[in-house]
């Protein structure tokens, strides 16, 4: 339901490479919101999601609600031998999700029977966004997700994005474009970067 809270994070620390690089990130995103990450490279924000996704361990803090969540990293996450709507079949096989209406989102539907090896970057990357919508995933996590795309790519996608929140869905995104969403929140993560020095209890458990 519209305004019911997603994903609630408090005082978050992640590490990249063994050495925190935030700590006390702090925020909660609702059913129905965006928010952006904004800093500069090297700030922590592909670590932030890639923490959030599960994909490595918190140095402290706790997130609640972040078992439903479908993870868009850099690479795209394509099996290069497939065609695109094999690639998507394998995923909504996953999930129970729709190929249909992913090809149609992210304007596939022309070359759902090429190879995803054959596909030129931007075709990639629409292919990688469109395993989104048939995970049907509530909370999306995406890092840099117009790389690679044109404006009617870009235009797809925030398409694409404006149903999944009017449907329910939440999105936590790491960008530096303007998507052009008025509604976005922006959160800036320069002012959680990390002291020198700062350990947690996984650095601990590591020394």
């Known amino acids: 339901m519209a305004g019911s809270l997603a994903l609630v994070v408090e005082g978050l620390a992640v590490a990249r490479g063994g050495l925190a690089v935030l700590e006390g990130v702090s925020f909660v995103l609702a059913a129905g919101e965006v928010l952006v990450l904004r800093g500069p490279n090297g700030v922590g924000k592909t670590t932030l999601l890639r923490t959030l996704a599960g994909l490595q361990p918190a140095l402290a803090g706790q997130v609640r609600g972040a078992a439903d969540v479908a993870y868009g990293a850099h690479a795209d996450g394509l099996k290069a031998t497939l065609t695109v709507a094999e690639n998507l079949a394998f995923w909504a096989a996953v999930y129970g999700g729709q190929v249909r209406g992913a090809l149609e989102a992210m304007n ?100």
């Open 108 to 207: 596939l539907v022309a070359l759902q029977d090429r190879r995803a090896a054959d596909l030129s970057a931007g075709q990639k990357r629409r292919l990688g966004l469109a395993r989104l919508l048939v995970s049907g995933q509530m909370i999306w996590l995406l890092d840099e997700p117009t790389v690679s795309l044109d404006a009617a790519s870009v235009a797809l996608f925030v398409e694409a994005l404006r149903t999944h929140l009017a449907t329910g869905g939440s999105a936590l995104i790491a960008t530096h474009i303007d998507l052009g969403l008025p509604e976005a929140l922006d959160l800036d993560l320069t002012g959680f970067r990390a002291e020198l020095g700062f350990r947690g209890a996984f650095d601990e458990a590591l020394a």
